[in-house]
């Protein structure tokens, strides 16, 4: 099994600006903390303006990031979901399940796949080219389309990213918290071999998203099968799979039409109005 960890963090820069005048005369300390010696009481010390002294966005995991969904919280009746799953090529398909963790949302994929096939190795477009799934969240489950609730994430067989929020109604990047890891059951690009899956799972702090772990959300997916090496034209390399619920589609460009996982059950935005 291989498997590698990205994490895409975005970082508060922390700007700390010091004056000094001029003629400073020898031996004057440009330290604003005070030095403690035999006459200085550590009592008198200040320490409540400590400009590291912050909340970070970083979130402990409650799961190990593995690409493996081997913890009993994935089957925990309270907070995690029902699997849904995407039939993909031949007996190819995406399954997909939620956990709520204390500070975090946790997504896990499963997919079984005989033929682990990307787009090159970069970032962006290419990875909906490639094995890999789509995420789509309205995390205020307003039903509103891209706006900056709304997130997108695509993750590629091979590690690679797209990972987008709404804005004014289109997509464009988005500087959030993403950790994640993919679990190989194969090898990438290898017709040698015989593959037969691999797995994805995600942590999302609620804090990256403004939710909770009890607040509704709306989502939907998609799952890219590619099963042909070389060119990227849809239909002749790869497909792209999407969610059916029925006979009614998830489409994942329109909020409206999302499904909404409230604390422990996926139900139609129907049923949750009617609540």
Known sequence: MNKGRYVFVVLAALMLASCASSGIS???????????????????????????DIEGNFETPELTIDGIDNEEAWIDTSYASPEVTIPRHGTNEATMKFYRGE????VYF????????????????PVNRSD??????????DGINNQGDDIQINIGVHGRTRILTGSDNVWGT??????????????????????????????????????????????SFGAPDRYLAGGNI??????WFGWF???????????????VFTTNSIITRSEYNAL
């Open 234 to 239: 849809i239909g002749t390399n790869y497909d």
């Open 245 to 259: 619920v029925g006979e009614i589609f998830i489409d994942p460009q329109q909020a409206s039409a999302y499904m």
């Open 103 to 106: 500070t975090a949302l946790f």
């Open 26 to 52: 020898e031996g004057t300390s440009l330290s604003s903390t005070p030095s403690i010696s035999s006459e200085t009481s550590t009592d008198d010390i200040v320490t409540d303006s400590n400009p590291f």
């Open 110 to 125: 499963d997919l079984k796949d005989d033929n682990l096939l990307t787009d090159g190795d970069a970032n962006g477009d």
């Open 132 to 141: 890999s799934i789509e995420l789509y969240l309205d995390a205020d489950n």
């Open 174 to 219: 988005w500087n959030g918290l993403v950790s994640f890891e993919v679990a190989l059951q194969g090898t990438i690009n290898n017709e040698a071999d015989t593959d037969t899956s691999f797995g994805i799972e995600i942590m999302i702090p609620y804090g990256a998203i403004n939710m909770s772990r009890d607040s509704a959300i709306g989502f």
